[in-house]
């Protein structure tokens, strides 16, 4: 990728718990989004972050759902509840270029998500 | 919202021989189509991306083409090589100063037998 990392890289939990997911997008870029890909899937948009602009949530699937971005930069996606639909791999994604949010998106390692 | 299919899920090509991936996408106004490479157990990554204003994009082996009266495009990967053995996406979306959404097609899994 191109600077955008994840942490944790795995994390199992129990149904039921909550969990935060995080990305550190490249420094300074004001576009940030988020994406989820279920085993053997392609991927789903979840929510985009683009400077001060209120976020597109759109993709989130269920109101268990949120994210935030202090700061403009890292960003948390929280996860409430969980339920084993919930397993797959969380992908955030940034453009390349610092001020041009149209830019071609490159991800980050992303976090794989175990729901047991 | 834009919904984009992909086909076909898997395509087994011998070592050499060329690849051919499509995508169709719902939305006219799409104008942004990457593609994406992913091999098992890593990050998706771009491979070539197109815009709305070129009918045809090549970077060495790969070449995408965009008809949008159709709205369709493709991908085509010539002779392959068994590094080329990955998940390809394609995705459409529509660039605005706001951001790009993408969405995605379901994938592609290419098998280059040597």
């Known amino acids: 990728g191109a600077g955008v990392s994840q942490s944790p890289s795995n994390k199992v939990t129990e149904k039921g718990k909550d969990v935060e997911l995080r990305c550190d997008p490249i420094s300074g870029h004001t576009a940030l989004y988020w994406y989820r890909q279920s085993l053997g899937q392609g991927l789903e948009f979840l929510i985009y972050f683009q400077g001060n602009s209120a976020p597109d949530k759109s993709g989130l699937p269920s109101d268990r759902f949120s994210a935030e971005r202090t700061g403009g930069s890292v960003s948390t996606l929280t996860i409430q509840r969980t339920q084993q639909e919930d397993s797959a791999v969380y992908l955030c994604?940034?453009?390349?270029?610092?001020?041009?949010?149209?830019?071609?998106?490159?991800f980050g390692p992303g976090t794989r998500l175990t729901v047991l | 919202g834009e919904n984009v299919e992909q086909h076909p899920s898997t395509l087994s090509v011998q070592e050499g021989d060329s690849a051919v991936i499509k995508c169709t996408y719902s939305d006219s106004a799409s104008n942004y189509f990457p593609w994406y490479k992913q091999e098992l157990g890593k990050r998706p990554q771009l491979i070539i991306d197109?815009?709305?204003?070129?009918g045809e994009k090549k970077d060495q082996r790969i070449a995408v083409t965009l008809n949008k009266t159709a709205k369709h495009f493709s991908l085509h990967i010539t002779e392959t090589q068994p590094e080329d053995s990955a998940v390809y996406f394609c995705a459409a979306s529509i660039r605005r100063a706001a951001g790009n959404k993408l969405t995605f097609g379901g994938g592609t899994r290419v098998l280059v037998k040597p």
């Open positions: 994604a940034s453009p390349l270029n610092r001020d041009r949010s149209t830019d071609t998106q490159y």
């Open positions: 197109i815009r709305s204003n070129v």
